[in-house]
């Protein structure tokens, strides 16, 4: 019997991979200047500014961030879960919900060993609140369940 689901493994390891490689990074490297540190990209629309996070998506519930790390933790054991049991035959299911396991374990890990989370991604044109790879993961991966959702009958069979 093989791994099944190999479209969520992939997704899953590069997501988790990509953020804390970037995290790690970002905290090297711009932790050794004066917080907030800040490198302008694109000087008043993009920016990698280092901050960190001990609550949820967008600081929210900063100050009752303790129970954070377990559902973190629990969201990523249920997913691992179903990609090891469920057979996930569309690939957008497959990477949706790879993507948002990788995200889940990058920010739930943070939490877990150093109780926040590294946040540095900075749109600046938008006023949008500071984020991290793990986010984005997230955020795709919901992305790519609609699409499966919504995918016509006929493609909703495809197989990898």
Known sequence: MGLRNHFFWLAAIVGLSLDQLTKFSIAHSLALTRPPASIALWPGVFHLTYVTNRGAAFSLLSHHGEWLKW????????????????????RWEQVGYGLILGGAL????????????????DFRLIH??????ADVCINIGIV???MAAFATPSNRGARE
């Open 106 to 121: 990058g920010n739930g890990l943070d939490r877990l060993l150093a109780g926040e989370v590294v946040d540095f991604l």
């Open 71 to 90: 559902l973190s933790m629990s969201v990523s054991l249920g997913l691992i879960a179903l990609g090891l049991k469920a057979r996930l035959v569309n």
């Open 144 to 146: 790519c369940l609609l």
């Open 128 to 133: 949008f609140p500071i984020f991290n790879v």
